[in-house]
């Protein structure tokens, strides 16, 4: 028999890591139901109306599982706010679910309550899993602009001046869009950068400075660095994930299989990023470029210039001179990174898409050669049926 909790979903929406505090949310008829079940109140009486905040305790079988505070945020949404230790997450969801409740991925309970937000507006339920996911401030605030402006209201007024409109018009904007979302997309998840270079010019060093602690093993020796290692780095406006790798050198590539393992690892990194720094010992200037391919945006770094006199600094060819080991140029080549990859003076008020979604969209819309086609797709853009996937 189909009871009230058959329609009742869950997810944890907070990051599935050790935080401080997670969150759960139950939404659908028969939450409160099951919450009545599950839920012991710090005071005497128990009230569920939408706006009240609940302390008390999450239990089974006569025994607490954890402290909670519970948000009633509409009819028949909660949020559970427990302690952040994934074990008691875990206790609670397999609750909720003995219970009756389905427990799904974040973004099928999300898209549920943003179409009872926004209706058939599909732009603005992506917009905010979207920006829930955003790697900056920045990236949200993109987002957020298409919600209600950006992409939404330039699909509407194509759709509304269709008449007037010639077709290689909506085409171009569509392409300009397209062009810039990718720059967008470096703010809504953050850039892949590798450190490449010949061994020994100092890449570790200069990995070590940018993440501000000595991860990686650091030696005069070439060839140190055989495993590559990553960290995430807040700069100026975006976030980028460096990525130490091993020194490229043809030679290395067939003399055992670790090295040869390593020198692969290292260029399909190079294959896969948005940017590589391409390290160079300004004392020792070859510039490697095994694996480096013409399409690869790329920054050459003069490293080791405190070894060197300032008008040999002066005399090194087009690129950033740096110490990685004193620091200087570091500030420089943040910029350089930023600059290169257009994020510097790019406007957050662009129109942009932000979901695979829109793109296939968008390129369609592009390539499209009746209105009658751009007029479909533009109204799938703005109120197609969302899948999970
Ligand atoms: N003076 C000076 N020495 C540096 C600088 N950067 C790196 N070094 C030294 O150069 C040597 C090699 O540095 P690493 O950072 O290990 O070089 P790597 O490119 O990672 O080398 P592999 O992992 O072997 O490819 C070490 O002795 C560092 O201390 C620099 O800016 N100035
Ligand atoms: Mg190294």
């Not at 009486?45 to 009633?72: K, P, Q």
């Not at 003995?98 to 009872?116: D, F, N, S, W, Y």
């Not at 975006?238 to 003399?255: C, H, M, N, P």
């Not at 406007?347 to 979901?355: A, E, H, I, S």
């Amino acid at each position: 028999m189909k009871t009230d909790s058959d329609n009742c979903i869950a997810s944890l929406t907070t990051a599935k890591t050790v935080a401080a505090i997670s969150s759960i949310q139950i939404t659908g008829a028969g939450s409160v139901n099951i919450l009545r079940k599950i839920f012991r109140p710090a005071g005497k009486t128990v009230d569920f109306n939408e706006g009240n905040i609940l302390h008390g305790f999450i239990f089974a079988s006569g025994r607490d599982i954890d402290e909670v505070v519970i948000g009633c945020e509409g009819k028949d949404n909660f949020s559970i706010n427990c302690h952040g230790n994934p074990l008691i997450v875990e206790n609670i969801l397999e609750l909720l679910k003995r219970h009756g409740a389905r427990v799904v991925e974040p973004e099928e309970i999300m898209m549920l309550l943003g179409r009872g937000k926004y209706g058939d507006n599909t732009i603005a339920v992506e917009a905010d899993i979207a920006a829930a996911g955003a790697a900056s401030l920045a990236g949200a605030q993109i987002i957020a602009h298409q919600l209600k402006m950006g992409l939404f209201n330039t699909a509407q007024s194509w759709l509304k001046n269709m008449n007037v409109s010639q077709i290689e018009d909506i085409g171009a904007c569509a392409e300009r869009i397209l062009k810039d979302s990718r720059i967008a997309d470096f703010f809504i998840r953050g850039v892949k950068v590798v450190i490449a270079g010949a061994p020994n010019s100092g890449k570790s060093t200069l990995f070590n400075y940018l993440c501000g602690k000595e991860k990686a093993i650091v030696t005069d020796i070439a060839g140190t660095t055989r495993d590559w290692l990553s960290a995430k780095v807040k700069l100026k406006k975006i976030t980028a994930e460096f990525f130490d790798t091993a020194g490229l050198d043809e030679d290395l590539s067939e003399k055992n299989i670790i090295d040869s393992q390593s020198q692969k690892q290292a260029v399909d990194l190079i294959n896969e990023c948005d940017l590589v720094l391409v390290v160079v010992d300004c004392t020792n200037p070859a510039i490697v470029m095994a694996g480096l391919t013409e399409a690869k945006k790329k920054i050459a770094v003069f490293n080791k210039c405190d070894l060197i006199d300032k008008s040999a600094v002066a005399g090194l060819p087009y690129g950033v001179k740096i110490s990685a080991k004193t620091g200087a140029g570091v500030n420089e080549l943040i910029d350089w990174i930023e600059q290169s990859l257009g994020v510097w003076d790019f406007d957050l008020k662009k129109t942009v898409c932000f979901t695979e979604r829109q793109k296939k969209i968008l390129e369609q819309i592009a390539s499209a050669e009746t209105k009658r086609q751009i007029e479909r797709l533009i109204t799938e853009l703005l109120k197609c049926c969302l899948v999970i996937s």
